[in-house]
Structure formats: structure tokens, C-alpha cells
């Protein structure tokens, strides 16, 4: 599936494909009670969903690519830890 096919489903479909068919990469925060989790999909793109955590609901969800004009893949890397043993990068 491409990311123009997945944009054209109804949003449960979408939802549904997320659930079924992604891979879970990582979460971030974008407020105390709200968390974005980040899904690659086998098209390689990646879809985001807004999870509200006191309503234990996905409020939204935004489908993109990396290194396109809407690439969120940046917001994730202050999240990402790396071994101890790697040298710091300038």
C-alpha cells in the first residue's frame, strides 16, 4: 500500500490498517496527557496517532513519508537514547 492509497480509506479503515499492519517505533509527548505514537507502515511510509491518555482514545491520526515536505521523523530523535559506548556525534 502507498501512502497516496491510505490517505484516499476512510479514517476506521486507516485506523484499523495502522493497528493490523504497523510496526510500532516510538512515542513522544505532546502534552502531559497526550501521546503521539509513531507506526511504520510495509509502504514505507509512517503514521502518527494522537492518543489521549485520560480518555484512553486516539484522537487523530496523520500519515506521512520520511524526507518529504511533512517528514515528523526528526521530533522523535531527542526520544532516542544511544549506547554509552558510541562516540558523540558534532
Do not use: C, I
Amino acid at each position: 500500500m502507498t501512502l497516496d492509497h491510505f490517505n484516499t480509506l476512510p479514517y476506521e479503515q486507516q485506523l484499523a490498517l495502522v493497528y493490523a499492519d504497523g510496526s510500532y517505533v516510538a512515542t513522544r509527548w505532546q502534552e502531559v496527557y497526550e501521546a503521539v505514537l509513531l507506526y511504520e507502515m510495509p509502504g514505507r511510509f509512517f503514521v502518527e496517532l494522537t492518543y489521549d491518555t485520560e480518555t484512553n482514545e486516539v484522537q487523530y491520526l496523520f500519515a506521512f513519508e520520511a524526507g518529504g515536505e511533512d517528514d515528523r521523523l526528526p521530533d522523535y530523535a531527542m526520544f532516542v537514547k544511544l549506547p554509552d559506548w558510541l562516540p558523540e556525534a558534532e
